[in-house]
């Protein structure tokens, strides 16, 4: 009797979970961003969901992309952020990676994994401190230190439509 109540407990957290997750859609025309803060600025903050991009409207010097991430001051040229991109045209697959960006240049970039097209992304992102730390579907999370103090969540898209789930 135990064992059937721990698991009417266990599907009920998964649906109630499920029930509050926040499905954001967003289009951007090629070579425009749009953006999407999704919380308050805090010296830390959880994001954990799934993003997926929808469709393509990329060009050679502006690809379709994804962000998921955290940004300081009045936008995100302070900001650290997960993100998925279609590079050229012709790839059969997405590039995901995060950036460090600082005085609107990126300092840090790392390639991490490549993703089918419209295959969606699971991500877990921490910011706490300083530290920023990804987990990428099932993979271990990598940490990196960046320099920022109060930041606020966001979601974006480029040249492009993407879907992104939200837990709270």
């Known amino acids: 009797m135990a064992l059937r109540h721990t698991i ?10 499920a029930a509050f997750a926040r499905t954001i859609s967003l289009s951007a025309p090629p070579g425009e961003f749009n953006v999407n803060t999704i919380g308050e600025i805090s010296s830390s903050g959880t994001l954990s969901g799934s ?17 998921v991430g955290f ?8 900001s650290v952020q997960f993100l998925v991109m279609r590079n050229r045209e012709k790839d059969p697959y997405l ?31 921490h910011f706490r401190d300083g530290l920023f730390s990804l987990t990428l579907n099932d993979a271990p ?3 990196v230190r960046t320099p920022f103090k109060q930041v606020a ?12 789930t939200v837990d709270p």
């Not at 009417?8 to 979970?17: D, H, K, M, P």
């Not at 993003?51 to 992309?65: D, E, H, Q």
């Open 8 to 17: 009417l407990l266990v599907a009920f957290l998964i649906a109630t979970n």
């Open 51 to 67: 993003l997926r991009i929808v469709s393509f409207n990329g060009t050679a010097s502006w690809p379709t992309g994804a962000y």
């Open 71 to 78: 940004y300081q001051g009045p936008n995100r040229n302070q």
């Open 95 to 125: 590039v995901a990676g995060y950036r460090v960006v600082e005085d609107g240049r990126e300092t840090k970039v790392e390639s991490l994994a490549k993703i089918p097209l419209q295959a969606p992304v699971r991500l877990i992102l």
């Open 141 to 143: 999370a990598i940490t």
């Open 153 to 164: 969540p966001y979601v974006s898209v480029s040249s492009g439509s993407a879907e992104f």
